[in-house]
């Protein structure tokens, strides 16, 4: 696995006490192997920003105090793992990734892609960098758990111009990931979700099934995409957790309605279980 560094990134390195390694032009084994890093500070702290060249696909992960090359791995696979891959499959690109490296930068053009990840980066509102994701605690226990994946994530799923026109990067690594596994025979998701009950008075109930790790942000967003409008603080609406849902189909990680009851208060018609689908496959795409 290579990783090409800016300069703050170099910097950062040789303060931590690791030197770069120039390897040359590699034959990478897939890919995954091929990364641009960057340092980015916010608000005091420090955090670095991968984009695979391959994808466009963005890493975001904090910086302690010294940063190691094990550090640049265990990132990137912590977040293709919070984004519902397989673990046979992250296993087989983890063995063939092979050790990291580090680069110094050697293409412009992807220099000028990984400033375009990082001023998305930027650009995410403060609730996005607490990330926040719902957990099992919603049985009873705190009900959220902090996911530093999740900047990356959500700047992940920005559209960028490609060749193919503009796509996001996460659609790009989905596709790619969905070939490589089907290519080598290997099993490509396996994800989590919670079943959900919402309900706001007699009027208007709905269960749902949302993925383990949707950031908790977007939950009201998923709401309002349901019910057709947005839950106010003062309205008494509730959601309690009703069970896990482990989903063994390969199919990508999304959310659905299962159940929905009562009017719709813009349309004033019922929702048909297709329509809610295509309500809601915004929120799949954008926060999946």
């Not at 105090?65 to 912590?78: C, M, N, P, S």
């Not at 403060?126 to 902090?146: F, H, L, N, P, Q």
């Not at 069970?243 to 009562?262: D, N, T």
Request: glycine share 6%; hydrophobic share 40%; charged share 30%.
């Amino acid at each position: 696995m290579i990783i090409q560094c800016t300069k703050k990134l170099q910097n950062r390195m040789k303060a931590s006490g690791k030197c770069l390694i120039y390897v040359g032009k590699t034959e990478y084994p897939h890919g995954l192997s091929d990364w641009h890093g960057t340092l980015l500070e916010r608000d005091g702290n420090e955090w670095v920003v991968l984009m695979n060249n391959l994808t466009g696909y963005p890493v975001v992960f904090p910086v302690s105090e010294t940063l190691k090359e094990t550090d640049f791995r265990d990132a990137i696979f912590e977040q293709l793992r919070k984004e519902g891959f397989h673990e046979q499959l992250l296993s087989a690109l983890d063995e063939w990734s092979g050790p990291v490296y580090l680069e110094k930068v050697s293409s412009r053009a992807a220099i000028q892609r990984l400033n375009q990840v990082v001023k998305r980066v930027l650009e995410l509102p403060d609730e996005v960098w607490m990330g926040v994701t719902m957990s099992d605690g919603m049985a009873g226990k705190d009900c959220v758990r902090r996911d530093e994946t999740v900047p990356g994530r959500i700047a992940a799923r920005r559209r960028m111009h490609f060749e193919e026109g503009y796509l996001t990067p996460a659609e790009r690594l989905f596709v790619f990931l969905e070939r490589w596994g089907e290519a080598h025979g290997l099993p490509v998701y396996h994800w989590r979700a919670f079943v959900l009950s919402v309900s706001c008075g007699k009027e208007m109930e709905a269960e749902i099934l949302v993925p383990e790790n949707l950031p908790f942000l977007f939950l009201n967003e998923l709401l309002t995409r349901v019910f057709g409008r947005e839950f106010q603080s003062d309205e008494g609406a509730e959601c309690r957790w009703i069970r896990k849902y482990e989903c063994q189909q390969q199919r990508r990680p999304g959310a659905w309605a299962l159940r929905i009851s009562g009017v719709h208060p813009v349309r004033k018609h019922r929702f048909s279980l297709r329509e809610v689908n295509r309500e809601i496959a915004w929120i799949v795409e954008e926060y999946r």
